[in-house]
């Protein structure tokens, strides 16, 4: 089981250059890839969200790649010389109406806009794409790993919570008979309030407490709950996604917890189906983050 949290980073150097990346990942339902490329490599988008679909299945991703040309690459940029010799003329000019000594040196030049522009370069992506791919799988990997530690540690706590729920359910089936024992005496209570005489149809009195104990029978939902625990558990080790499994598992988990909720008349089961409750609700709150 992995988590949807993670980071990772790797750097990848060539004759080319050296690719920097980084990536973070936050839950998400979906795949969600955010890709931050230099100008030079946006046409390799496409192929970076290819190889991370193949590698992740959920999680929002922020993907960050920097490039480093090697020292003895050639510039990126151009001078303008007409732009430079139309700024020089100007300068000189005003240099002499205004009676300046100051040499125009180049500095003075390269700081006007437009005597510089970056040089209109293009990249073989062909050429690239074999670093740049290195670099994304091995940030990507790293991730994982991190995703994977991550998620061994949810699964521990889960394991815990379940512990507890199927706890609190072997409570309830425990002092689940005393709902009909209480029923019984409530009604018999009851009936001697209304008679003069406490001897009521002893048949009558059994059917009518049968019928109760039919129901607010809680057996069948606590074999539920806890068949539901199993599952849950045996899904947390499978090697697959099972974020939303384990969401679909809790959804039939909380539904058993509401039915015995709901046929309960002992402050005791309710409170410990209150207890049960809250687990589920931990336990959901950290499957949003289980990929």
């Keep these: ?50 190889e991370l679909s193949a590698l992740l299945n959920r ?24 732009a430079a010799r139309a700024y020089h003329k100007e300068l000189q000019a005003i240099h002499k109406d205004l009676g300046l000594v ?27 794409w074999p670093s740049l791919k290195k670099a994304i799988t091995a940030a990507a990997r790293a991730m994982i790993r991190m995703r994977k530690r991550e998620g061994e540690a949810l699964a521990k706590d889960m394991r815990e919570r379940l512990k507890k729920v199927e706890t609190f359910a072997k409570q309830v089936e425990k ?55 199993v599952e849950y558990r045996r899904t947390i080790g499978l090697k697959e996604p099972v974020g939303k499994r384990l969401n679909f598992i809790l959804q039939e988990m909380n539904r058993e917890a509401n039915t015995i909720a709901s046929k309960t008349s002992l402050p005791e089961i309710a409170s410990t189906v209150i207890s049960i409750k809250e687990e589920i609700e931990r336990l959901r709150e950290q499957v949003q983050n289980v990929e």
Excluded: W
Excluded at 62 to 82: Q, T
């Design 1 to 50: 089981m992995h988590s949807m949290t993670g980071f990772g980073k790797a750097e990848i150097k060539s004759r080319l250059g050296t690719f920097s990346v980084e990536m973070n990942s936050v839950n998400n339902r979906y795949l969600e890839l955010s890709p931050r490329l230099p100008r030079l490599f946006f046409s390799l988008e496409s192929r970076i969200r290819e």
């Design 59 to 82: 999680g929002k991703v922020h993907i960050y790649v920097n490039f480093e040309e090697p020292e003895n690459a050639p510039g990126r940029y151009r001078l303008n010389k007409a």
């Design 102 to 128: 100051h040499e125009i040196s180049m500095q003075d030049l390269l700081i006007l806009p437009d005597v510089t522009n970056p040089a209109k370069v293009s990249v073989d992506d062909e050429e690239y």
């Design 175 to 229: 002092v689940a008979p005393q709902m009909t024992e209480a029923y019984r005496d409530k009604i018999r209570a009851r009936i001697e309030q209304l008679m003069e005489a406490p001897a009521p149809d002893q048949d009558r009195l059994e059917e009518e407490i049968a019928l109760h104990a039919e129901k607010t029978d809680v057996a069948e939902e606590c074999v539920r709950l806890k068949s539901h625990i």
